[in-house]
């Protein structure tokens, strides 16, 4: 009888620890964090402020996959009634570089609107943003057209 006791507490235990093992293992992709959109700017404050300014956790919306903050609460309504407005061309990734074929992750000081579209750039001008001025059609045919090659996340 006592052995009998002893092998079900090993099957428990063996049982338990393999439980154990499995939500570990499977852990890790269920915490895995939503990456923050444009290093945490205000995508609306470009078209409403003309400048780049800084989100707040206390202001932030998940869309498309990554957390989206903003300087206000009416920023915040603004980007949930219309996001694909607000949201840059190119995600996380500098516009003039991806026209070039390249992937270079955009620094949020370095913007462009045109044609009510934002585009975000890795470097200042005259780099960036005045570079993808130059030609504007082409550029914005030639980054849309490398769209494919962005990671995606």
């Known amino acids: 009888m006592n052995i009998n006791v002893n092998r079900r507490k090993a099957v428990l235990?063996?049982?338990?620890?393999?439980?154990s093992l499995l939500a570990i293992a499977t852990a890790p992709a269920r915490a895995q964090e939503t990456t923050l959109a444009i290093k945490g700017y205000d995508p609306v404050a470009y078209f409403t402020d003309g400048k780049p300014v800084r989100g707040t956790p206390e202001f932030e919306y998940t869309w498309d996959e990554h957390r989206w903050r903003f300087s206000s609460a009416e920023h915040l309504a603004l980007f949930k009634?219309?996001?694909?407005?607000?949201?840059?061309?190119?995600?996380?990734?500098?516009?003039?570089?991806?026209?070039?074929?390249e992937i270079v992750v955009a620094d949020p000081e370095n913007w462009l609107i045109s044609e009510g579209k934002l585009y975000v750039f890795g470097k200042?001008?005259?780099?960036?943003?005045?570079?993808?001025?130059?030609?504007?059609?082409?550029?914005?045919?030639?980054?849309?057209?490398?769209?494919?090659?962005?990671?995606k996340q």
């Open 13 to 19: 235990l063996t049982g338990l620890f393999a439980t």
């Open 81 to 101: 009634a219309d996001p694909a407005h607000y949201a840059p061309q190119f995600g996380n990734y500098c516009a003039m570089a991806l026209a070039l074929g």
């Open 124 to 151: 200042p001008a005259p780099a960036g943003p005045e570079l993808f001025k130059k030609d504007l059609a082409g550029n914005m045919a030639k980054s849309s057209a490398n769209r494919s090659i962005l990671p």
